[in-house]
């Protein structure tokens, strides 16, 4: 462990410090890194290993793979550009990228929809080789094929393809790769913080969890294809430069020159809700999922704003309060985002930012026999809801593979919904689609809507 400390922050941060080493220890994860703002004050914590197989600490300046946090960074800068008149938030996709000009979904969806994750259109996942093996031809057709689950603008439903067609808007706008415009409008303005970071401080060792051994290992270094890579980005950071990125988010102002760098008008769109999840019961992560969605910026239950990351291997997350003036970001050399949960809340809290406490059950808000049936909405897979003996089933149903039960709840006499969970689950939620009124499903971030007997998909376009 290691620690330095500009000015003391935190009351609690010899708890904060125990804490990380023994979430380290418990979770057998190889390390941590831990970087707090608090006004002018700083604090950074670090414990474990660089790798299982070095005994070498993991250096506090350590660089993550920032992975979907690119999405925020996309967001921002498409807002600059919408500031600037070059786009407008409200214009049809289907105008900006003449792949999908004559399409319903070109016609139908806006600019602003894809950085809500409001499309709603079903999932294009990652889980299958042939999934990622594709190229933006590929994809654009693969949009134009998704079921039109939800009316754009209504139910929130995380994809990556929102941010790849993102991407592609900020290219044909500014005719520049979208990685250089992010490169130069977002994270040049970091200064040190983030160019020298790239240069001088060692990338992180990724790590993935063994299902044989129940241990981490080191993960294979293999590349993400284009356009896969404009929405999970593996430009790498460390948790001092994304504290140093929330600042930016927070304020507008580089936090090195004090330059205004992002416009008023960007910085409240992105953290303003335009979108609210409902109400999640059940599984251990629940409490840390986002309620709600600006235009590239997660709300939490705790009123923080902030958005996480996946890299190859490792796990990178940030938030911050612009009321209260905190920066938080945690990175850990590990595929283990249930401890990058974990750590934030346990940081918050120590704040003084504990969450109003999870209920153990909520209100259903769907009639129960309306239920049982097929959900889609997950790249290829179906949810199946079964009603037997008053127990709910909920399973994953993959082609040609046995279904895989993901829960069971029970609803009280009182019509309130409980939930029993494994550890990982990110938890449950029944609500109806605002606009048809028909049963759906959420599954942590992801929303499914349940099929009518009579077809498999609405349509598509």
């Not at 990351?309 to 990178?316: A, F, I, K, Y």
């Amino acid at each position: 462990m290691t620690q330095a400390t500009q000015r003391p922050v935190a009351p609690g941060a010899r708890t904060l410090e125990a804490y990380l080493e023994r979430v380290v220890a418990v979770q057998r994860v190889p390390g941590a890194c831990v970087a707090l703002e608090v006004g002018d004050a700083a604090y950074a914590l670090t414990a474990g290993r660089s790798a299982v197989d070095d005994s070498a600490p993991l250096p506090f300046h350590t660089r993550f793979e920032i992975g979907c946090i690119v999405k925020t960074l996309l967001a921002a800068v498409a807002l600059e550009l919408c500031n600037e008149g070059t786009i407008a938030l409200d214009a049809p996709i289907g105008r900006l990228l003449p792949e999908l000009e004559r399409s319903r979904k070109g016609a139908r969806i806006e600019v602003r929809h894809l950085m809500s994750h409001t499309t709603g259109y079903a999932g294009i996942g990652m889980l299958d080789r042939d999934d990622v093996a594709i190229g933006w031809e590929e994809l654009v057709e693969r949009v134009r094929a998704a079921p039109q689950l939800f009316e754009p603008g209504t139910v929130y439903n995380y994809d990556q393809t929102a941010g790849v067609l993102l991407a592609g808007i900020i290219e044909k706008a500014t005719g520049r790769a979208s990685a250089s415009v992010v490169e130069e409008r977002i994270l040049a303005p970091l200064g040190d913080a983030a160019l020298q970071d790239e240069a001088s401080s060692p990338a992180a060792v990724g790590h993935v969890l063994d299902a044989a051994t129940r241990s981490f290992v080191r993960s294979a270094a293999g590349e993400l294809p284009v356009p896969w890579r404009a929405s999970m980005s593996d430009r790498t950071l460390s948790v001092r430069a994304m504290t140093a990125l929330a600042r930016l988010l927070m304020t507008g102002e580089s936090p090195v020159s004090g330059r205004r760098v992002l416009s008023s008008f960007t910085v409240e769109r992105l953290a303003r809700r335009v979108v609210d999840l409902p109400a999640i019961v059940g599984g251990a992560q629940s409490r840390c999922l986002p309620v709600g969605s600006g235009l590239g910026l997660a709300t939490f239950r705790h009123g923080m704003h902030g958005h996480d990351g996946t890299g190859r291997g490792q796990v990178l997350g940030f938030r911050f309060s612009r009321r209260h003036g905190v920066a938080l970001a945690v990175g850990v050399n590990a595929q283990a985002s249930w401890v990058r949960r974990r750590l934030v809340e346990a940081v918050l809290a120590e704040l003084g930012f504990a969450p109003p406490a999870q209920p153990g059950s909520i209100p259903l808000s769907v009639e129960l026999d309306r239920l049982p049936g097929r959900y889609a909405g997950l790249a290829g897979r179906e949810v199946a809801v079964t009603l037997e003996g008053g127990e709910i089933g909920i399973a994953l149903q993959a082609p040609g593979r046995r279904p895989a039960r993901l829960a069971t709840g029970t609803v009280d006499p009182d019509g309130c919904l409980s939930i029993r969970a494994g550890p990982m689950m990110a938890g449950v939620a029944f609500f109806e689609d605002p606009s048809s009124g028909d049963p759906c499903l959420m599954l942590g971030v992801h929303a499914l809507k349940k099929l009518a007997d009579d077809a498999r998909v609405a349509r598509a376009g």
